[in-house]
């Protein structure tokens, strides 16, 4: 590999981080000491480099990647990279195009920290197995590359499998997971996380996102990283909330690669959205065949693998089911709720009033700490105001008491319990152990069946109701499961991968059985 900081930066590239640090050593010579010295300027700026960081020559002098021709080469930081590391801060986000290379730098930069470092903790979460393996690889190959008098130095390893690599020596290790692993994380000191692809973390990813969160220490570095995947989930909130919580936001688009281009085009067939694409972002014809050719590919798809701006990016992806911008908008100016209660799971805007009839939804669910929650709605019968909303992992006789209680709160409401699945039961604990009488009945028979022709007829109310008269909507949890509420592959309906739409069925059958109920002088 050769001697001192050799292996890609020559010149007065090599001078500068030299200078940096006054380090003038050889391979041979490096030891955990010197380790430390490199660690501790890894993000200067020496003016010999011509704006790159010590960590950016660092990574071209020593760590190597597969190339998509299948070659190994030395990591040169591209466009996108460079950009990241210009604006990049302790915690940050970036919503970017498919393939851009920012996972291989996350991996690089955490990399270098973890064998320069003492005492660091890093952790890759992937959204799957397969990518955890593959990000796995990418650091096997940085580790493989390093110079032997590293690997058999200070750098040595005294664990290097499938999920962790050990540097005893400098007390440091990297490890990554699957974000379906249910204790990712856990018990762990964290200097450095790494999540990717947020977007399609399985289960339940703001969850997740919170228990790894706990285990970083203070002032360890962040970077959550995702192609989108739709309006709504964890990803997209993340996104959103940015500006407040003190992330930095980073957005690349496609054209940042610069081998996303094919056969140029004849400049006379542009259409005004590519004339105005190429004014405004400066394409080539190149680059606009490449973008005709990946909307022929992928149809619907191309905003969403191959971002061009912040917004259209999540509303191409993920068919959504409800009119976006009647629930957007309403998101705007939901009210906070009155009132709190069981930790937040039952939240109230509207108490009961002296006179007035209501109605209690509930879509059961199975109960415990995992999986779908059971969801309730609190709707005035005769406006169809949201006056109360209840969401929590419970089933059985609790979830039983909690509806009734709740029911008799509000003047001994109309009881509307879906009885598919875990429903059946509910109902009858709530009728025989609770001894609530006033309960919905559909053709004589306790509760509400959904069917694969009731279902479509009720979320069609809902989203009339949300575009007709928001106002009635009350709850930013319910609007915000409206909105990750999409068209599936299979054609069906239902929560995006990772969201949930328990408050949507809920609202969904309290409006049906209200219409049904005033239809009918009930």
Request: include cysteine.
């Amino acid at each position: 590999m050769g001697d001192g900081i050799g292996g890609g930066v020559a010149g007065a590239e090599r001078a500068g981080v030299i200078e940096a640090q006054e380090l003038c050593v050889s391979w041979e010579d490096m030891d955990r000491e010197e380790l430390e010295r490199f660690g501790r300027i890894l993000d200067s700026r020496p003016e010999t480099l011509r704006g790159q960081t010590v960590g950016m020559a660092l990574a071209e002098a020593l760590l190597r990647v597969r190339t998509r021709e299948g070659l190994t080469a030395p990591l040169g930081a591209n466009a996108v990279q460079r950009a990241f590391e210009r604006r990049r801060g302790q915690r940050n986000i970036v919503l970017k195009a498919r393939q851009l290379g920012l996972t291989t730098w996350a991996a690089a930069r955490f990399f270098l920290k973890t064998i320069t470092q003492p005492g660091t903790l890093t952790l890759e979460v992937a959204h799957t197995q397969e990518a955890a393996e593959e990000i796995f690889r990418i650091v096997h190959r940085f580790l493989d590359w390093l110079p032997e008098e590293l690997r058999e130095g200070p750098l040595r390893t005294s664990r290097a499998n499938a999920r962790q690599i050990v540097f005893p020596e400098m007390d440091a290790q990297y490890r990554v997971v699957s974000a379906g692993e249910r204790n990712a994380g856990r018990g762990l000191t964290v200097q450095n996380l790494h999540c990717s692809e947020l977007a399609r973390w399985p289960g339940d990813p703001a969850e997740t996102l919170a228990g790894l969160r706990a285990a970083m220490a203070p002032g360890a570095e962040l970077i959550l990283e995702s192609t989108p995947d739709g309006v709504g989930g964890c990803f997209y909130d993340e996104w959103q909330k940015a500006g407040e919580t003190g992330m930095v936001r980073h957005f690349f688009p496609w054209w940042m690669e610069r081998r996303y281009r094919t056969a140029a085009v004849d400049e006379a067939s542009l259409s005004e959205e590519e004339r105005e694409l190429v004014a405004r972002q400066g394409l080539d014809r190149e680059q606009i065949g490449f973008r005709r050719e990946i909307r022929a590919n992928f149809r619907g798809l191309a905003r969403q693998e191959y971002a061009e701006d912040e917004e259209s990016c999540f509303r191409a992806s993920g068919d959504s089911v409800f009119e976006l911008a009647a629930v957007e908008a309403r998101l705007n100016d939901a009210p906070e709720p009155i009132e709190r209660r069981r930790n937040g799971e039952l939240e109230v805007w509207l108490p009961p009033l002296k006179g007035k009839e209501y109605v209690v939804a509930v879509d059961p669910a199975g109960g415990g700490s995992e999986g779908d929650y059971s969801a309730a709605e609190v709707l005035e019968l005769e406006t169809g105001l949201q006056c109360a909303e209840f969401a929590g992992h419970v089933g059985g006789l609790e979830l039983a008491k909690v509806i009734t209680d709740l029911a008799k709160e509000y003047n001994q409401a109309w009881l509307v319990v879906e009885r598919n699945n875990h429903g059946s039961g509910v109902l009858a604990l709530a009728e025989t152990v609770c001894g609530y009488k006033r309960i919905y009945r559909q053709a004589g028979q306790a509760g509400w069946l959904t069917t694969s022709i009731s279902r479509p007829a009720v979320l069609s109310r809902l989203d009339a109701g949300l575009v007709e008269q928001p106002e009635r909507f009350m709850s930013r949890r319910l609007l915000g499961e409206c909105r990750s509420f999409v068209r599936l592959a299979n054609g069906s309906t239902g929560a995006r991968s990772g969201t949930h739409d328990d408050r949507v069925m809920a609202m969904a059958i309290g409006l049906a059985a209200r219409a049904e109920m005033l239809k009918s002088s009930f």
